[in-house]
């Protein structure tokens, strides 16, 4: 089977590239996730999101993808969350990890197919660390074990930085560790046991755990090998951590770690990126109690995967209508029952065209999105005029199962089947320039708690005010 080709913009060439598997029809995907040290909020979910829906369409259009995600739950941030609760990190971690999980589940996206954790991978992280200082890239010093940055000529090609412009700062290390290295400009692979961290783990260099930096270069070894298809996460990781995994990996491997780099814009709320450390945060289970789980999905469709996305009451009131129009569309076709169906009509298999072709182009979503609305707007006009669209009803639905929807054609029901029957009156009044009716349908919608709004896509149904 010939696959479509497909195009994505590759943050480390700067452009697109054609996706190209190692083995024919097979994909892999590598994704850092969460550190476990509190519960993930809205930012954290959108790269979750967006590699689920990813993946959901590689395997549309004939790939045998694999997923794989990770836990940190060896880090700095969970020994400080800890010490401030007063309880063990580790438990912190467990607990946190599961809550990752339920929240994540609430997507109903599926499980990535594998999630590795730090914890897990002790052992490849040791023989990693390993292969670097025998390589002359990375040196002991007290317990602790640094990556020598400038060991690494081609460092700084990710995130476009020149040596002569970084600071020691820019590595995230702590200044307490400035002391024990040969350059300021070199990052933590091993940390020696320091008083207050209550887990290390043995080593050839002392008790101690890894830094963040090469736990993801050892897990995505481990998972998926090397020169592997995809690598992503937000556009936060560039620099220092995913530049760091690649000098990490091709010194020690002298091999590329993946093909296509992609990088997901980050959630803005108010000027400032969505972060913990900023204290504006939303976690992902309130959102998903406040909005429902089909509107956040819809926020996350409506933006290309690369540019920020604002998330507002307002954005999130947006998607909601956005919603409101796919579920009552659904509950038309299944109104007009015979007039969708037969062969699919050109109009429609244009527009099925159109939505893959925009997710075959740098899997853009937003663009995708427009063209569900399309055929949403076409489908009211031709069916709410009692006019066939043929194949309207199964292309609909191979759209939402792309979007990660599918599960809306289960909430028709919640808008009454009686103010369904007066918005499908109003129109048929309107068509036959009955006006009077359609007056009167609307005040009766307005007495049901119902307000009629028309949209470019077809009126829907808002809750009055």
């Given at each position: ?9 590759d ?9 190209e ?82 929240d ?23 023989a ?35 040596l ?10 702590p ?59 937000g ?97 038309l ?10 062969d ?30 399309k ?41 009454d ?18 006006y ?30």
């Amino acid at each position: 089977m010939t696959t479509p080709s497909i195009r994505l913009h590759d943050s480390l060439s700067g452009g697109r590239r054609e996706l190209e598997p190692r083995e024919p029809g097979k994909i892999g995907i590598y994704v850092c996730g969460p550190t476990v040290y509190s519960r993930i909020h809205v930012g954290n979910a959108r790269p979750y999101v967006m590699f689920a829906l990813f993946k959901r369409f590689l395997e549309h259009e004939g790939y045998d993808v694999t997923l794989v995600e990770n836990i940190t739950d060896i880090n700095d941030k969970i020994y400080a969350a800890a010490r401030e609760q007063g309880v063990a990190s580790e438990a912190l971690a467990r607990e946190m990890t599961a809550l990752y999980r339920a929240d994540t589940d609430r997507l109903a996206l599926g499980r990535p197919d594998r999630e590795p954790l730090a914890t897990e991978t002790l052992a490849e992280i040791v023989a990693l660390i390993e292969a670097l200082i025998e390589g002359g890239h990375a040196y002991a010093s007290q317990g602790d074990v640094y990556f020598s940055v400038r060991s690494f000529q081609e460092y700084g090609k990710l995130s476009n930085r020149r040596l002569e412009d970084l600071a020691p700062q820019d590595q995230g290390e702590p200044e307490g560790e400035q002391a024990l290295k040969r350059d300021p400009l070199d990052f933590a692979l091993w940390k020696a046991h320091k008083p207050g961290e209550d887990t290390a783990w043995e080593s050839p260099w002392g008790r101690g755990r890894p830094g963040w930096h090469i736990e993801c270069s050892a897990m995505a070894e481990k998972m998926l090998g090397l020169d592997f298809e995809v690598h992503g996460g937000g556009s936060d990781l560039v620099f220092p951590h995913h530049e760091n995994e690649i000098a990490q990996t091709e010194a020690a491997r002298g091999e590329t770690l993946a093909r296509i780099w992609m990088h997901n814009g980050m959630i803005r709320f108010g000027e400032e990126k969505m972060a913990k450390s900023v204290g504006n945060v939303t976690t992902l289970a309130d959102a998903l109690d406040r909005h429902g789980r089909d509107a956040l999905i819809v926020f996350f469709l409506g933006g290309h995967y690369r540019q920020p996305l604002a998330f507002s009451d307002e954005r999130m009131e947006e998607a909601t209508q956005a919603l409101r129009r796919l579920i009552e569309f659904d509950r038309l076709l299944g109104r007009s029952g015979a007039l969708a169906a037969g062969d699919e009509a050109p109009e429609v298999a244009a527009l099925r065209d159109e939505f893959l072709a925009a997710l075959r182009d740098d899997f853009n979503t937003a663009r995708a999105l427009a063209a569900l609305f399309k055929l949403v707007g076409e489908g009211n006009r031709r069916l709410g005029g009692k006019e066939p669209l043929p194949g309207a009803a199964a292309a609909f639905a191979d759209m939402l199962q792309l979007l990660g929807l599918e599960r809306l054609q289960d909430r028709s029901e919640e808008i009454d089947e009686d103010a369904l029957r007066l918005l499908g009156e109003r129109e048929d009044a309107r068509l036959s320039r009955d006006y009077g009716r359609a007056d009167q349908a609307r005040a009766e919608l307005k007495a049901r708690g119902w307000e009629v709004r028309d949209t470019p896509e077809g009126p829907v149904l808002v809750p009055a005010e």
